[in-house]
Every structure is written in structure tokens, then in C-alpha cells.
């Protein structure tokens, strides 16, 4: 599974964009163990978003592992999506806040996983 970030008011939705899609050519997306990096570099202090489940085999599209931008060296990969993705490849959305320490944390049912 891939994981999306975006404000709560876009989903539901027939297909998940970004503006990103548009500028960069692809969608970032985050797996379990780098979600919280995007999160609190690019949303700190938002309490309006969810993370999208999603599942690559039902985008669609190309999900290409790539460094993320800006790159970081040594840094993790992340999965970038090459297009838009159809709601159908979203498995499950969480609720996604900070915690007590203001910094983004893997959602329970995920890091249960």
C-alpha cells in the first residue's frame, strides 16, 4: 500500500489530483515508514487532512519508487504516482492530525499493522 496526504474537503472524489500532477508530472505519494516525513515538513500545524490507503495495483497508472523532491542525499525513495488516482484503488482513509507533540505520527490502524 501507498499512501496519500490530502485536505479532508477533497475526498471523497472520483479521482485524487494535485497540483503536483500538473507542475512535476506526477503525485507524491509516502509509504507507512516516510508518511510523516512530507507531513510535518509540508502540513505542520494542519488538522484538516486525511490520509488515503491506497492500493498501486489499482491506479492505473505508472508508480515509479523515486528520491523524494527535493532529493535528500542517502534519503528515502518515495512512491510517485504518474497520473490521477481513480477512487476505486483507495482502500481506506484515516484521519490524519498531529499528536500531543504537534508532529505527524502513522494513524493507530496502520502502525498496528
Known amino acids: 500500500m501507498?499512501?496519500?496526504?490530502?485536505?479532508?474537503d477533497s475526498w471523497p472524489a472520483a479521482?485524487?489530483?494535485a497540483a503536483s500532477l500538473e507542475s512535476e508530472g506526477f503525485m507524491h505519494c509516502s509509504d507507512p515508514g516516510t508518511v510523516h516525513?512530507?507531513?510535518?515538513?509540508?502540513?505542520?500545524?494542519?488538522?484538516d487532512l486525511?490520509?488515503?490507503?491506497?492500493?498501486p495495483a489499482l491506479v492505473g497508472v505508472p508508480v515509479?519508487?523515486?528520491?523524494?523532491?527535493?532529493?535528500?542525499?542517502?534519503?528515502?525513495?518515495f512512491p510517485h504516482v504518474y497520473g490521477p488516482i481513480p477512487a476505486k484503488a483507495v482502500v481506506a482513509v484515516?484521519?490524519?492530525?498531529?499528536?500531543p507533540t504537534g508532529e505527524f505520527e502513522l494513524p493507530e490502524p496502520l502502525a498496528k499493522r
Open 2 to 8: 501507498i499512501l496519500h496526504i490530502t485536505p479532508r
Open 15 to 17: 479521482e485524487i489530483t
Open 37 to 47: 516525513l512530507p507531513a510535518n515538513r509540508l502540513f505542520a500545524g494542519r488538522t
Open 50 to 55: 486525511v490520509l488515503l490507503e491506497i492500493d
Open 64 to 77: 515509479r519508487w523515486e528520491p523524494g523532491v527535493p532529493a535528500i542525499e542517502n534519503g528515502p525513495w
Open 94 to 99: 484515516h484521519d490524519f492530525v498531529p499528536g
